[in-house]
């Protein structure tokens, strides 16, 4: 699909005459530049992830209204609203397509970014997502105490933190932190703020990272030779 852009190009000049009184023969000249006219097309290229459909697990019960979309599984329930040019169909396969209604840059961009929202929504429903993370240096240790989860990172204090609601938190041998739940984002925010404390450093990877993280090593200063 392609859009058109048109933009004046100013080319060359052309000379125009007005003619006055011609028993007199008075011709007076004047100077008008030429505009041209030259369209530009734009290519809107279809998004890859968003033109993929949803699977619905048979456990999640759908709500859609115009462009409120909710979802409601067996770990909670979540909601979004899409833009106007975003649309929620269903199919009948039950099948969960998201389209575009208008044919713009802006459109292909939100897309892919809504189709993988209400996946997130849908996937997260019925079967959650969880994110991991270790603890590395000595003495580091982390547990879970009632609604909170305390943290020693060497600082002179403990640090705790309260866990959010809809969330869990379970800690294995006091150094591998697991947090899931329903909503991705809030998963992804909390496990943020945890490796934020002590984010771990370049030279030993000394800190809190993802178990997926791999953390950048650099070398150490060498001393002064004598």
């Known amino acids: 699909?392609?859009?058109?852009?048109?933009?004046?190009?100013?080319?060359?000049?052309?000379?125009?005459?007005?003619?006055?009184?011609?028993?007199?023969?008075?011709?007076?000249?004047?100077?008008?530049?030429?505009?041209?006219?030259?369209?530009?097309?734009?290519?809107?290229?279809?998004?890859?992830?968003?033109?993929?459909?949803?699977?619905?697990?048979?456990?999640?019960?759908?709500?859609?209204?115009?462009?409120?979309?909710?979802?409601?599984?067996?770990l909670g329930e979540l909601d979004l609203t899409y833009p106007r040019?975003?649309?929620?169909?269903?199919?009948?396969?039950?099948?969960?397509r998201v389209r575009k209604t208008v044919e713009t840059r802006r459109a292909n961009q939100m897309h892919g970014l809504f189709r993988t929202l209400t996946d997130n929504i849908v996937v997260g429903v019925s079967k959650?997502?969880?994110?991991?993370?270790?603890?590395?240096?000595?003495?580091?240790?982390?547990?879970?105490?009632?609604?909170?989860?305390?943290?020693?990172?060497?600082?002179?204090?403990?640090?705790?933190?309260e866990i959010p609601p809809g969330l869990q938190v379970k800690v294995e041998e006091n150094t591998r932190i697991t947090v899931s739940g329903y909503d991705k984002s809030e998963i992804g925010q909390f496990a943020a703020s945890i490796r934020k404390w002590r984010p771990p450093e370049p030279y030993k990877g000394k800190g809190v990272k993802y178990a997926d993280e791999v953390v950048r090593r650099k070398e150490g200063k060498a001393g002064k030779k004598k």
């Open 85 to 96: 040019e975003i649309m929620l169909d269903k199919e009948e396969s039950g099948a969960l």
């Open 1 to 74: 699909m392609s859009a058109s852009i048109s933009a004046p190009v100013q080319s060359s000049y052309l000379r125009c005459s007005f003619l006055g009184d011609a028993n007199k023969i008075r011709v007076s000249w004047a100077s008008a530049p030429r505009v041209a006219v030259v369209r530009r097309t734009v290519e809107c290229k279809e998004s890859r992830i968003g033109k993929q459909p949803i699977v619905v697990p048979s456990n999640v019960t759908l709500t859609m209204d115009g462009q409120y979309f909710k979802a409601k599984g067996p």
């Open 128 to 161: 959650g997502f969880e994110k991991k993370l270790q603890l590395i240096g000595t003495g580091y240790r982390a547990t879970v105490e009632g609604k909170d989860i305390v943290l020693n990172l060497g600082f002179s204090h403990l640090v705790k933190m």
